[in-house]
């Protein structure tokens, strides 16, 4: 499977340099704002600096967007329209409702895919299962240090609370888990976002309760060392993601 990423930062390099060996994963195309970036993957993975969006459209198999919420608004109706399938990471651009819903218009009529890794939070195999059963309530608390959230305090302070929509607009690159979580369990999850300089990691608190019971998780998250907002678990979960297309027994649905 040829893949072509747009973005080539923190998630990128992680995903690039974990699936060298993979026969099976042959990442292929690089395109990034930054054509230094891009060239610096690509050369890495002995791949395709791209230059030209719509040719490495043609020429790969699927796209993988690990770049910003407004490269998947730009890019992902390409993407889809030309029956390729796309994984993405920024899935905070999948809150509103009417890019929601007119992306996947496109793909049921092209007949590709988008496939939403679970990045970085565990919980979602269980809260899938439950969405349909009667589920009154789904809450995430994001703790994340100073650095993460890029301000300088030196106590802890709640920055957001309230619904995924917002929280997604007001932090854009540090909360699409909220996204995701929404979007697993079809509901406007509730949001609470604290900045916490006594915190190295990106911690996601998820609780949820229904009528199959209640269950809580904890994601305790090493931050990427070259992109503190995100965590390493985001980029491990798409590679999970690329490598579950080939196989023949899908386990933890
Ligand atoms: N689903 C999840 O659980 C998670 C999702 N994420 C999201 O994944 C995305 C990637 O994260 P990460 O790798 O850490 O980000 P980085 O900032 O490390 O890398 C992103 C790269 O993509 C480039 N880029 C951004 N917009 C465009 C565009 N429109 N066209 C081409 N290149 C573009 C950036 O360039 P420039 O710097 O010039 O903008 C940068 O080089 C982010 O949106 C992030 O919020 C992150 C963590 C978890
Ligand atoms: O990586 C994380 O911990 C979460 C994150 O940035 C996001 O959801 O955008």
């Known amino acids: 499977m040829k893949v072509g990423l ?6 990128a390099n992680i ?3 974990s699936t060298l060996d993979d026969e099976n994963i042959e990442i292929t195309h690089f395109f990034d704002n930054d054509v230094e970036r891009a060239e610096n993957l690509a050369s890495i993975a002995n791949g395709i600096a791209v230059i030209d969006f719509d040719k490495m459209v043609r020429e790969v198999d699927l796209v993988l967007e690990c770049a910003s919420p407004s490269s998947v608004v730009e890019y992902a109706p390409k993407v889809l329209s030309s029956g390729r399938d796309m994984i993405i990471m920024s899935i905070g651009a999948l809150m509103d409702k009417e890019f929601y819903t007119s992306i996947s218009k496109i793909a049921k009529d092209n007949n590709s895919r988008v496939h939403l890794p679970s990045g970085a939070v ?3 195999d269980g ?3 439950v969405s349909n059963f009667n589920l009154h309530e789904v809450n995430l608390v994001t703790r994340k240090s100073p650095k ?6 030196d106590k802890e302070e709640v920055l957001f609370e309230g619904k995924a929509s917002d929280a997604v607009k007001e932090f854009p690159y540090n909360i699409n888990v909220a996204a995701t979580i929404s979007l697993a369990c079809n509901m406007d999850i509730n949001v609470k976002i604290i900045v916490d300089p006594n915190v190295d990691r990106n911690v996601h608190e998820i609780s949820a309760i229904g009528d199959f019971g209640e269950f809580k998780t904890t994601t305790m998250n090493y931050p990427c060392a070259a992109n503190p907002k995100t965590s390493m678990l985001a980029a491990l979960s798409a590679i999970n993601l ?3 297309f080939n196989e023949t027994i899908s386990v933890g649905f």
């Open 148 to 153: 993460s959230l890029g301000r300088e305090i």
């Open 15 to 17: 995903i690039v340099t």
């Open 122 to 124: 565990v919980g979602l």
């Open 127 to 129: 809260l899938k299962a």
């Open 6 to 11: 747009i973005g080539c930062g923190a998630i």
């Open 242 to 244: 690329l490598r579950s």
